[in-house]
């Protein structure tokens, strides 16, 4: 029986022309990815010999004064892409992976973005774990909204529940035809994508695979749970869609505009305003009093004292630090804003296992939010270490041929993920699941 069925499910133009196009637009998404990492990993090949030469050809220029030297000298910090981030692209889109720092203020230097196409950023990418969350379930939806019902509205129904030895074995064995075939075009595109984007079979990738099955059984038991109750195709179709339609797009725009109406974050705004005043003012306040507040934030540099006298190096830099300073405060209310929304985003996932999944994906492949504000706090980290080498020999007017300038080659970062268990992504994706196969097998025992 499970031959017959499965060779005349098969045997459906639109089964076939459904599995085609997923496996179509899967094999595109691959490709987008794949093109995502070449550029990433191209530009990252192409800052190391950029650097080299922005620093020749700079120390040339100006050897004789380290103060200006410095001005002009940016310092590559990298968090290089990880293969999984071809899979899910998240926001490394839009984020950098490249920071270019001086040792200049630097507020107004870690939130530079590269210049993208903003047609392409309002489209989005065609990533994978777009077709798996958005097209997947489509795919489930077309499979199975008429499991049931297609046998009644066709008067079969009673013929198999005369001659079957069980209906129910029957209903789960044309079920089980739709989720082979659906899992058979899933582990092609896994594999595919593990092939062409040279993904490590590692824990990570482990993840992403098993959160893709129990993504995938959740919209199987959502279908079936709905067609149990053996209703016209229509009215399967409809409500399928909608849901659908709820779960995967207002649900998250609905969350989305909640999110960002509780918590606001004027301070993106003061946060520029109070850098740039912070530095600029100083131009005309008493230098002494500049020099104080920069002595106070770096007390050992007080031994260079207070020169006053016409224009310097040590107090141009002491501005460039109050600027910092000045925003210190509108600074860490906006981190704790992004941070809130990130928290809060990630609870309210746990009960939408599309928006879970979403999350999961980018934090395994290190292309969510929250891993772009642990980058810009290391580039934070990169840019003190930056200051506290160069400003003694700054203030020391140190010429720029004593410095040691092989050792600055770019600086790369990677997530810490030490003490980070995978498997939390799992759980609610599991009870979602569970949730729904206890509701069908509740339907399924009274109605069969």
């Known amino acids: 029986m499970y031959r017959l069925l499965f060779l005349q499910f098969l045997r459906s133009k639109a089964v076939r022309a459904g599995l085609l196009l997923t496996l179509l637009l899967g094999g595109i998404s691959i490709g987008i990815g794949h093109q995502f990492l070449d550029q990433k990993n191209a530009a990252i090949d192409e800052v190391e010999r950029y650097q080299k030469q922005h620093i020749e050809r700079n120390v040339e220029l100006h050897k004789d004064d380290l103060g200006l030297l410095m001005y002009y000298l940016k310092f590559a910090f990298v968090n290089s892409p990880a293969s999984l981030a071809g899979l899910s692209v998240g926001q490394s889109d839009i984020n950098p992976i490249i920071q270019r720092i001086t040792i200049k203020n630097l ?60 209906k129910r074995k029957y209903l789960l064995t044309k079920l089980s035809v739709r989720a082979v075939l659906v899992y058979a075009v899933l582990g092609i595109l896994l594999i595919a994508a593990k092939i062409v984007l040279s993904i490590p079979l590692d824990v990570n990738f482990m993840m992403v695979v098993l959160l893709s099955i129990v993504y995938i059984a959740f919209w199987f038991g959502v279908c079936f749970f709905v067609t149990a109750f053996n209703k016209g195709s229509h009215f399967n179709a409809l409500l399928l869609l909608s849901t659908w339609l709820g779960l995967l797009m207002l649900l998250p725009a609905g969350i989305n505009a909640y999110i960002t109406n509780r918590y606001p974050i004027p301070e993106a705004l003061t946060t520029m305003i109070s850098q740039r005043d912070g530095y600029h003012t100083k131009w005309d306040m008493d230098k002494t009093e500049t020099l104080k507040k920069f002595y106070g934030h770096y007390p050992q540099f007080e031994t260079f004292g207070y020169p006053t006298e016409g224009f310097n190096w040590t107090w141009y830099y002491a501005m460039q630090q109050m600027g910092d300073d000045d925003a210190r405060k509108d600074t860490e209310a906006l981190w704790q804003k992004i941070r809130k929304r990130e928290s809060v985003s990630k609870r309210v996932s746990a009960f939408l296992p599309n928006m879970h999944l979403q999350l999961a994906f980018n934090g395994l492949a290190g292309t969510g939010l929250g891993e772009q504000l642990d980058f810009l706090e290391a580039t934070n980290a990169f840019h003190e270490e930056l200051r506290l080498f160069f400003y003694p020999m700054v203030f020391k007017e ?51």
């Open 398 to 448: 140190v010429s720029g041929n004593r410095v040691d300038w092989t050792k600055f080659t770019p600086k790369y970062w990677s997530q810490n993920t030490e003490g980070e268990n995978p498997i939390r992504y799992l759980w609610p994706l599991l009870s979602a699941a569970f949730i729904v196969m206890l509701g069908c097998a509740v339907v399924f025992k009274r109605w069969y």
């Open 107 to 166: 507020e107004g230097q870690r939130y530079d973005t590269d210049l993208v196409n903003p047609m392409n950023l309002q489209s989005g990418n065609l990533d994978l774990s777009f077709v798996l969350i958005y097209l997947f379930p489509l795919l489930v939806i077309v499979f199975t909204f008429n499991l049931l019902s297609e046998e009644t509205e066709t008067g079969t129904w009673r013929l198999v529940a005369v001659q079957a030895p069980s």
